[in-house]
């Protein structure tokens, strides 16, 4: 006994193989808190960068509503059809954001059960409602889009 006391005593730093050891726990500990804290970590921002990508697409819609009820102090006829060209020269296309729009109609179909319902479809013809959409897609890999539909007044 007094041998192993006296050769630990007289032994300066520590050996290979506890340096290794401590690193091998140490190793295992951090793996274990990353797992557990890393991805609160890693996607803290998230919400924040949805709400920013929200407030932009907002922003975008509300400039085209803008634009829209400024037109129809001209010519309540053509006003969908400038609308329209404005959004196709990409004046709204900003920050990632792209606006698509076509002419839409709404027909009633009235299956055999009788509950009846409204479908879309493109319009060729009567050019009524003009549907606008803006798309941002997001770094959450969540594309984010909000549609507007706007009408001729008579």
Do not use: C
């Not at 192993?4 to 007289?10: A, F, L, P, S, W």
């Not at 340096?19 to 970590?41: D, N």
């Not at 299956?111 to 606008?132: A, F, H, M, S, W």
């Amino acid at each position: 006994m007094k041998n192993v006391i006296k050769g630990r005593m007289g032994q300066k730093g520590v050996t290979l193989l506890e340096v290794i050891v401590t690193l091998v726990v140490s190793s295992i500990f951090a793996i274990m808190v990353m797992q557990y804290m890393g991805s609160s970590m890693l996607r803290s921002a998230d919400p924040l960068i949805m709400a920013q990508d929200s407030a932009s697409l907002t922003a975008t819609m509300e400039k085209i509503t803008a634009d829209y009820k400024w037109l129809h102090t001209d010519d309540n006829l053509t006003v969908l059809a400038n609308l329209k060209t404005r959004i196709e020269d990409g004046i709204y296309n900003t920050g990632g954001t792209t606006v698509v729009n076509e002419y839409v109609k709404f027909v009633y179909v009235d299956p055999p059960n009788g509950e009846g319902y409204y479908e879309e479809e493109p319009d060729t013809v009567d050019l009524q409602i003009l549907k606008v959409t803006a798309k941002r897609p997001t770094a959450l890999e969540i594309p984010l889009d909000v549609t507007s539909l706007f009408t001729r007044m008579y």
